[in-house]
């Protein structure tokens, strides 16, 4: 009996990595070679491709995926029908969203997009920036950029709508930001008739769960200890729990065991202060998934 598969498609380019580290924390080892667009994952029913972001939507609204993960901004730029199974908040840099702006030269006259009045505008996201555009009642001319969009302006275009996480590349080309066209961040999407099937759907809820479990990690460690009951009040003083720390008794009567999970931040900070309030044998430790 043939086994089902699911056809997965994998954001190639700058989402790639983070999507694979992503994948590993949830329980699944993906292995991409440069010389293949199908990498190896560690799940007999699930099959890989790696596909550029930008048309993900559409293969997958075409069924040649079952699923794929890409940006809210090439959905609504392809204006594809798909069912969206999750938001995943992460990008290439950090486990967030980016925005799509509009920007002009820092030296330029222009402070709105109402001042881009029949101006050249380039960018590689050409449908949104002219919905944009008619939404605030402004007629301009789009053109699409193959790349280094950053440098066109001011000879080669007025402005240009571009892709941010932090601003960096934009300040050291010396532009302006003046508004932000759209926000998006990375989506769990599936082919409308896969998400009927009761397999596919079943398998890909299976997969959100994990993923989602995995970004509630990012950031988090768990911490463990010992505390003499007489001590309790004072250690979990200390303790800003996710929700409240687990204890439970040793084998001797008198002391605790105390599980807790915190930003992994604050804690460097928290142990100086769970030592002066009694703990002892504390131990951090990281974690792959939190599943709510």
């Known amino acids: 009996m043939t086994m089902a598969k699911l056809k997965l498609g994998i954001p190639k380019g700058s989402l790639e990595s983070a999507t694979i580290d992503l994948f590993r924390r949830a329980g699944f080892n993906i292995t991409a070679t440069s010389r293949s667009y199908f990498p190896a994952i560690d799940d007999p029913e699930i099959e890989c491709m790696l596909i550029r972001a930008q048309e993900m939507a559409r293969y997958v609204e075409d069924g040649v995926l079952d699923a794929g993960l890409t940006g809210r901004d090439w959905i609504e730029e ?27 030269p820092e030296g330029s006259p222009f402070r709105s997009v109402h001042d881009l009045q029949g101006k050249i505008i380039a960018t590689e996201l050409v449908g949104a920036t002219r919905r944009y555009l008619a939404a605030n009642g402004v007629t301009a001319k789009v053109e699409f950029s193959w790349g280094a969009t950053e440098v066109k302006p001011p000879e080669l275009a007025d402005a240009i709508v571009e892709v941010t996480e932090t601003g960096s590349s934009l300040r050291a080309n010396k532009l302006r930001i003046i508004d932000t066209v759209i926000e998006s961040n990375t989506q769990f999407i599936a082919n409308l008739d896969s998400w009927k099937d009761d397999w596919k759907r079943r398998k890909l809820e299976d997969i959100r769960m994990l993923l989602e479990g995995a970004i509630n990690a990012l950031g988090k460690v768990g911490l463990m200890l010992n505390v003499h009951k007489d001590s309790l009040g004072q250690v979990l003083s200390v303790l800003p729990a996710l929700k409240r720390p687990t204890v439970s008794h040793l084998s001797d009567e008198d002391w605790l065991a105390v599980n807790t999970i915190l930003d992994e931040s604050t804690v460097r900070h928290i142990i100086p202060r769970l030592k002066e309030a009694g703990a002892q044998g504390i131990v951090e430790y990281p974690l792959n998934k939190i599943v709510m």
């Open 78 to 104: 392809t204006e594809a029908r798909v069912h969206t199974i999750a938001d995943l908040i992460y990008a290439k840099q950090s486990f967030g969203k980016v925005r799509w702006v509009l920007a002009v």
